[in-house]
């Protein structure tokens, strides 16, 4: 069956860095476009990018000029390259794509506290 698994979350100071990987088992990676979705304590799951097959991009407004997506198919991963974070990025950040329906990942939690 479809596995979504995320890593590299943590806890960081404000103005760091940190690097999301999402590994995919289960589906034919490189014909599905892939996204990292995040949810704050409280609020609900929000979009943050999403890659397309080609590799065309698309951010979230609060993620632009801050956040990369990237994919290596031969991996069978997304990344979420996440840089000058600030405190409200703090959120459980999930991997998703959507095939007749949406797959998650468990989540990693990415913390943003001085």
């Known amino acids: 069956q479809v596995q979504l698994v995320e890593s590299g979350g943590g806890e960081v100071q404000p103005g760091g860095s940190l690097r999301l990987s999402c590994v995919a088992s289960g589906m034919i990676f490189g014909i599905h476009a892939m996204s990292w979705y995040r949810q704050a304590p409280g609020l609900q799951r929000e979009l943050v990018a999403t890659?397309?097959?080609?590799?065309?991009?698309n951010y979230a407004q609060s993620a632009k000029g801050r956040f990369t997506i990237s994919r290596d198919n031969a991996k069978n991963t997304v990344y979420l390259q996440m840089n000058s974070l600030k405190t409200e990025d703090t959120a459980v950040y999930y991997c998703?794509?959507?095939?007749?329906?949406?797959?998650w990942g468990q989540g990693t939690q990415v913390t943003v506290s001085s």
């Open positions: 998703n794509f959507n095939f007749r329906g949406d797959y």
């Open positions: 890659i397309t097959v080609s590799g065309s991009t």
